[in-house]
């Protein structure tokens, strides 16, 4: 039993395990080729990540980063994914709003962020906003296809039960809906991140970007790849804690019934 | 009373007429095998009858108080196990949880599901257990009429035939009348009091055929005769004889439209 365990433990964590270490190889190999001024090492971004970790204001950049997220996230959620589902449903709306999506879609990230900073100032509420329409229309979109790709056979079946539409929607079709937005939430979230931390560089605002503007003032490398590896590892973080156990829970099904 | 009356029933998508004037009578207790080439529209007749569409034009009598519905590919919900599935309907009214518990238990051991299976998924089960499975959850809401759409077409033939004998007893058992929709004759030959032949291009019923003795005692020599004559009935020859390329692709034996097409 314990050897088929431990053969198991191996595939599942060995490959990833390997990626790791390889990257982690190709940095260090990097950092002895160019230099400490141009690249540190992992461990030297490692003891900047402890140090940056060890401060009240590290915390308070993070914590400033990954609440606008989180904020932006809710918001876009309520806005992008309310309309989604209304749009799903009333062709109307959909065809209406759909160039819109299409023209919000196609916006650069970068655009939004000069454009909030001369209209809102560079405030928290401007990096809110800058999030919030970036990831607003992948959701809206998300939602849309999701309500569009659901399986309504389900919902007939339900209706010759005698279900009402309100039944239909909540004990089917929200059902569905909810388990094919998962990886979208998992895409809008990696875009929030990147996106607050532009939008925090280019303001100045109080943040991990912030943080980054201030370690290129100085020229201090180690601690602009100490805020990008807490970044990385706070994305990481949040996906393995809120997203993927969303996805599990309600997108389980989908594997099982492939 | 379990009949169902469908009076000069015509339905659309879009703007093809799939069913024209149809009317069909099934007398209480009375199984009624509808049968037709692919397109014809027997889907859409019984999702009709069971309420899913309402017609353009014409009338449903319904003489009963509850209907049970078996479609073609289970249409399980993907996400619920067995257990679940089966009391989905019951959880639609304002039954306690010991009630839905209860009725859901006598539904799937009516169907012979064994208890370790109610806890799996639809994924997890075979094609004939999901076929149990969305029996017992047309039974839960204890019909007095059920209606078959093609439930059995996706089966292998010995799987298909325990499955027939299984609504045989069922309806011996309990006494409900029923649509069964196929296209298979023998299928048609052993379950029903009478098979209903409709229009290739779904313009009414073209007519009526009865096989020997009730469906619970006719033996398998009667069926295999009675279909070996069957088609050489005029009646029967677009069932024997249609040629499905020579459909059109927008069938509509979905109830969604002809977009979505089986």
């Not at chain 1, 039960?161 to 059902?175: D, E, K, N, P």
């Amino acid at each position: 039993m314990m050897p088929i365990l431990a053969a198991r433990a191996a595939l599942r964590f060995g490959p990833p395990a390997l990626g790791i270490i390889l990257f982690l190889a190709a940095w260090q190999a990097a950092h002895w080729h160019y230099g400490a001024f141009i690249l540190p090492s992992p461990w030297q971004t490692l003891s900047a990540v402890f140090a940056t970790l060890s401060s009240a204001s590290g915390w308070a950049a993070l914590g400033a980063t990954f609440g606008r997220v989180g904020l932006a996230l809710g918001l876009s959620g309520l806005i992008g994914g309310g309309l989604g589902l209304i749009a799903g449903y009333l062709w109307l709306i959909r065809a209406t709003l759909a160039p819109v999506a299409t023209i919000l879609l196609g916006m650069p990230a970068t655009a939004w962020v000069i454009l909030t900073m001369i209209w809102f100032g560079p405030s928290h509420g401007s990096i809110l906003f800058t999030i919030t329409i970036v990831i607003g229309p992948i959701l809206y979109i998300g939602t849309v296809d999701a309500v569009l790709t659901r399986d309504r056979r389900l919902e007939d079946m339900a209706t010759s039960f005698g279900a009402s539409r309100v039944a239909r929607f909540h004990s089917i079709a929200l059902r569905q809906i909810l388990s094919s937005l998962g990886p979208v939430f998992g895409i809008a979230l990696a875009l929030g991140f990147k996106v607050a931390i532009m939008a925090e560089l280019v303001t100045n605002v109080a943040g991990l970007g912030a943080q980054m503007a201030r370690a290129r003032a100085h020229m201090d490398i180690d601690m602009a790849l100490a805020n990008v590896a807490l970044a990385v590892a706070g994305l990481v973080v949040i996906e393995h804690l809120v997203i993927r156990p969303f996805q599990t829970r309600l997108g389980q099904w989908k594997r099982g019934a492939a | 009373m379990s009949g169902l009356t469908l009076a000069t029933i015509s339905h659309s998508f879009e703007a093809r007429r799939v069913l024209d004037t149809v009317s069909l009578v099934i007398r209480p207790g009375e199984l009624v095998a509808l049968v037709g080439p692919s397109g014809c529209g027997k889907s859409t007749l019984a999702a009709i009858a069971g309420g899913i569409l309402k017609p353009d034009e014409g009338r449903i009598l319904r003489q009963y108080q509850s209907h049970g519905m078996v479609f073609q590919q289970s249409r399980l919900l993907p996400w619920a196990n067995a257990r679940d599935n089966i009391a989905y309907p019951l959880t639609l009214g304002k039954m306690t949880r010991a009630q839905i518990t209860e009725r859901t238990n006598a539904a799937a051991q009516a169907v012979a599901l064994l208890p370790e299976d109610l806890d799996k998924r639809p994924a997890q089960l075979s094609g004939g257990m999901r076929a149990r499975v969305a029996i017992a959850r047309a039974l839960v809401v204890e019909p007095e009429f059920l209606i078959f759409d093609e439930p059995f077409a996706a089966l292998d033939p010995a799987l298909r035939r325990r499955m027939q004998d299984l609504v045989l007893s069922l309806a011996e058992a309990r006494g409900f009348g029923g649509l069964f929709i196929t296209h298979d004759l023998t299928e048609a030959a052993r379950l029903s009091h009478r098979i209903a032949v409709m229009d290739r291009q779904g313009k009414g019923i073209l007519g009526s055929l009865t096989p020997p003795d009730t469906p619970r005692a006719r033996s398998e020599a009667q069926i295999f005769d009675y279909t070996r004559n069957a088609r050489n009935d005029p009646l029967l020859h677009d069932l024997v004889n249609v040629d499905e390329r020579a459909l059109a692709l927008d069938c509509a034996c979905d109830t969604l439209g002809f977009q979505r097409c089986c």
